[in-house]
């Protein structure tokens, strides 16, 4: 099997490595990973702004490494597109990320977004993640539970093309319970934007990627510096299926999503209301 796995958090994350060391098994290893964190990318690329650096790290037999100075659908557009063709990975995985991405935190992440891009070559995609964003989280669960759900992933594959399959594990020190099929919850963030506070973002971003802060330019005349923080609220607090609740509840959650997003129950709809005419 060929394998081609990326994530967000950069080629230097443990989720990363741990992930590779529990693929090696299953056969060619091919990493393609952003040379810096790239959280919140979703489906970002870099566009003709700028060059992108590229650097092959390492290769020995049955794994090889690069990484990319841009985003991590970037990572495997180039993998796809200047590694392996003509040829094509037999699947995608992105992981392991530090940090859950459920509900619709799913629209945001570039773990999600760089499984898609797999997803979009007709290439099965699997992301996953863990609800810890501990540089130094204990993945020991995953290395245990998550083989024998990508054996079945793999043995079961669609015969339809286009699914990511988002699989998220509890925090490290949540007593496990099983594994459940999930559903996405909504979820939605309140009072996103704070004033600016180097003390707490300093402990945000090295709780989150480790290392050094990187320097920030003063900010011009006039401008004032906010950054992201925010309030999760769980509108499906009530839906026993929901991804979030079965997470609490210490299962691993499965959710199926299709990179087609369109609704055909509201298309239907929309149709019998006229909306389809003739000029």
Request: aromatic share 12%.
């Amino acid at each position: 099997m060929k394998i081609l796995v990326t994530n967000d958090d950069g080629y230097n994350s443990k989720g990363l490595r741990t992930l590779v060391k529990i693929l090696k098994p299953y056969g060619e290893i091919t990493v393609v990973s952003p040379k810096k964190h790239q959280s919140g990318m979703s489906m970002a690329v870099n566009l003709g702004q700028s060059p992108i650096p590229v650097k092959k790290l390492s290769e020995e037999p049955g794994e090889r490494w690069w990484y990319l100075g841009g985003t991590p659908s970037s990572c495997v557009k180039y993998g796809l597109d200047n590694i392996f063709w003509p040829d094509k990975p037999d699947v995608v995985v992105s992981g392991i990320n530090h940090g859950g991405n459920f509900g619709t935190a799913y629209c945001y992440s570039g773990t999600i977004g760089a499984a898609s891009e797999g997803a979009i070559g007709y290439i099965p995609a699997i992301a996953v993640s863990v609800d810890a964003f501990d540089p130094d989280a204990d993945f020991s669960k995953v290395e245990k539970y998550f083989p024998p759900i990508f054996e079945k992933l793999m043995a079961n594959l669609s015969d339809n093309y286009g699914f990511i399959y988002n699989i998220n594990f509890p925090s490290p020190g949540t007593p496990l319970k099983g594994v459940r099929m999930a559903k996405e919850a909504w979820l939605r963030w309140e009072n996103e934007f704070v004033p600016y506070d180097e003390r707490l973002f300093r402990l945000k971003l090295l709780t989150m990627v480790g290392g050094e802060v990187p320097r920030f330019p003063e900010p011009e005349e006039g401008e004032s510096l906010f950054m992201m923080a925010g309030d999760i609220v769980n509108d499906s607090v009530n839906d026993p299926e929901a991804d979030i609740n079965l997470l609490s509840q210490g299962y691993i959650t499965i959710s199926a999503h299709q990179l087609l997003s369109h609704d055909l129950e509201e298309n239907g709809r929309l149709k019998a209301l006229g909306f389809e005419s003739d000029f």
